[in-house]
């Protein structure tokens, strides 16, 4: 699932003025912010009781920046900074949200993006404007330090 976000231009603006790796954790820290409450829906829709007992799956859904050796493996990278909210460590999560042969689908991950993506998208634009503003205060109050 991809969102491509427009209009943005004097947010880029102000990152385009910060190092390469400053403006990275900058837009890290805002889509880490937006994603969890997505997560969190994922993890409320996650269905309970299974194999491994209540609410096994609802816990190990999570927001981050990594993923495993195989799911690297079969995605490409689309941008300099990605972040990704889901399940960790739980193969059956694919088999619970897209179902098998045997097992109907039991989609949580989907129907949580779609109620949330547009307050994600809107959660960015402030926590990016945000983030910028304390980023800058922080260069200025270390500029005058050294000067």
Do not use: C
Request: charge should be positive; hydrophobic fraction near 40%.
């Amino acid at each position: 699932m991809k969102m491509k976000v427009t209009g943005l231009r004097e947010l880029d603006a102000a990152l385009m003025t910060m190092k390469q790796s400053t403006a990275r954790g900058v837009v890290r820290r805002a889509l880490l912010t937006a994603a969890q409450p997505i997560a969190d829906d994922m993890a409320k829709r996650a269905p309970s009781p299974g194999k491994y007992g209540t609410g096994y799956l609802g816990e190990h859904i999570d927001t981050g920046i990594r993923l495993s050796r195989r799911q690297r493996s079969v995605s490409r990278k689309e941008s300099d900074v990605e972040v990704y909210a889901g399940a960790t460590r739980v193969d059956q999560a694919v088999f619970q949200e897209f179902g098998t042969i045997n097992h109907a689908a039991q989609p949580f991950a989907r129907p949580a993006w779609d109620a949330g993506k547009m307050d994600a998208l809107d959660t960015v634009k402030t926590e990016l404007a945000a983030e910028i503003e304390k980023t800058a205060a922080r260069a200025a109050k270390r500029a005058t330090r050294k000067g």
